[in-house]
């Protein structure tokens, strides 16, 4: 449980006792003034009817009203809805020197450091901003794509070190070129790259690089780590021996911070500034100085984990325990009860009305039978929406989701077919997507092999298809790949007319080789059915392998979700295990288990790429200055 405001929690405790110690300390007051001004004979006369215990039993019900009040104003929490929310932000791709020269200490701890810990600053004022991670020194690579997530931006940030990029030296042309990449050129939307860096430049063409990227509107903004009278560099040997980087006399380096060409840089770019890094609010600064007065672009939506607030049952209890303490009089009295039961009713209606939570719609019940693993009655959910709403290709898609999941892959392929005619692209993508992969299994299944070319045939197509939508998704073009090799391995039509055994190998091979993963979209079961958006049942969306995580626009958000288990679940162990034992021998091939374990090291398209020391392609000899 959670509570949203806290701090009535105290409240809830010290207020009630209070509250019982005043109308207690008040009877008695009341009591020892009755004894000195009525005379007893008239007191038992004016008191007939009064109890001791009645009046104990309102107190304790007024305390107990008190303290459900106070406990329905601390808002509790529990169970949780995922929701999909628009997004109004910038592209901002953040560009960190982690060349050997961010060791010095001129700024405590050290350079690197303090960078690590300014673009946290950043990334928290800029909260409706998507960021991407660049890390760079001799070359430069991108760890982090453009991203809403921001424990995914995060978690590569916590992971620079110097050595991320093997290549020494640094080179501020290969973080701008790099920075540039980052940027998707089919979204109009304002850019901007913040560089941090201490200005060493040992490449040359930064300021080429500069002028290119404001030729392009792309604003540039250079924050200086360090100081102009620097700090010589210390680093530790093998043996945790420290000492200093020197050049190749011999000499001890002493590295300083360059502000003219980070300035020169910075203004080369429209809008673009240069900030040094010094004193505490320099983030603020740098986004209320150059990002806040930039417009931003509306229509990209994110997903949001949202808690249930459950406070209208301490405030209906308390409700209910005023109205009883309301009702029951101090003293007995008979009669009336008419009027008392007219009263209760009232109290338990005005209770009950607008506390009655909104009962979930049928979409949020075909969801908990899908992750109960309920697929038939989730699909019958779904087609029973169909019929309510037979314009909604969202319900498709889910309910072809469900049928894949049953192994009636005729069934998906056509309500795939049915929900790629939607005008969300995003939805069109993934639904050629998964009915790529349901044709697959369709020509797996096939022992006609002019039928299974056919079906494979298909496949291809779709793939491409989703391709065509969005060509960055890895997932279309690994399979797009592996479908093309097993038609290559299929005879060609002249020497269909095989054996019966050499059918049998065929067919063994194809169980053998199925796409590692190959459920809903790839090896991630990425088609479990998303949740109407209007009743707030969405999926979360960022634990999937290489997802490509669909964002289409809030009328049509119902999209596939990625899996929330870690291993593709549906997956038969039996036929890997298989596998495996028939392919014992063979280097060139992995066994399905082997491939699940692949795939899962690349779980997350928006997770942090593997900060190896990544050397570029075709790396040249470069300066000798390896600072």
Known sequence: MHFAEPQFLSLAVVVPVLLAALLWWGARVRRRLRAQFVPPRLLEVLLVGWSAARERGRLLL?????????????????????????????????????????????????????????????????????????????SAVLLCPLTWDDAAFLQSLDALEVGTVSDTGTSLAAALQAAERAFSAREDNYRVVVLLTDGEDHEGGALEAARRLGGQGIRLITVGVGTPEGDLIRVRDARGREDYVRD???????????????????????????LPLQGPRVMETLYERGLADLPRREGTERFVRRLRDRYHWPLAMA???????????????????????????????????????????????????????????????????????????????????????????????????????????RLQEWSYYNRGNSLYRLGEAETDL?????????????????????????????????????????????????????????????????????????????????????????????????????????????????????????????????????????????????????????RGDERRLPPEKTTTRGARSRSRKDW
């Open 248 to 274: 190749e006399a011999g000499q001890v380096v002493k590295s300083r911070l360059v502000e003219g060409l980070l300035r020169q840089m910075a203004e080369a770019t429209p809008g673009g500034f240069y």
């Open 62 to 138: 007024l305390t107990a009203a008190c303290a459900c009040l106070l406990l329905a104003l601390a808002r509790p929490q529990w169970g949780y809805t995922v929701e999909e929310v628009r997004q109004r932000g910038l592209d901002i791709v953040v560009a960190v020197d982690v060349s050997r020269s961010m060791l010095a200490a001129d700024v405590p701890p050290n350079r690197l450091t303090r960078a690590k810990l300014a673009v946290q600053d950043l990334l928290r004022v800029a909260r409706t901003d998507r960021f991407a991670l660049v890390a760079f020194a001799g």
């Open 319 to 425: 409700l209910v325990l005023t109205a009883v303490e309301w009702l029951w009089p101090e003293r007995h009295r008979r009669g009336g009860r008419r009027g008392v039961l007219a009263s209760v009713m009232v109290f338990w209606l005005l209770g009950i009305s607008g506390l009655t939570p909104a009962w979930a719609a049928s979409a949020a019940r075909g969801l908990r039978e899908y992750e109960k693993g309920h697929y038939d009655a989730a699909r019958r959910e779904f087609e029973a929406l169909l019929e309510k709403r037979p314009a909604d290709e969202r319900l498709r898609f889910n309910a072809g989701a469900s049928a894949y999941r049953q192994g009636r892959f005729d069934e998906a392929a056509t309500y795939f077919e049915e929900a790629s005619r939607s005008q969300d692209l």
């Open 450 to 602: 002019n039928r299974r070319r056919a079906l494979w045939e298909e496949a291809l197509r779709q793939y491409m298809n989703a391709l065509r939508l969005n060509t960055n998704n890895a997932d279309a073009q690994y399979n797009l790949e592996f479908v093309r090799k097993r038609l290559e391995e299929l005879p060609p039509p002249s020497q269909q007319q095989q054996s019966s055994s050499g059918d049998q190998q065929n067919q063994q091979s194809q169980r053998r080789d199925r796409p590692s993963g190959q459920q809903e979209q790839g090896a991630q079961s990425r088609s479990e059915p998303s949740a109407n958006a209007n009743s707030g049942q969405h999926e979360e969306r960022e634990e999937a392998a290489r997802s490509g995580e669909p964002q289409g626009s809030e009328q049509q958000a119902m999209q596939p979700p990625e899996a929330r288990e870690r291993g593709p679940s549906g997956r038969e162990e039996s036929e890997g295990n298989r596998g495996a034992e028939e392919r014992s021998g063979r280097p060139d091939r992995m066994t399905p288990e082997e491939a699940e374990r692949l795939l899962d090291t690349l």
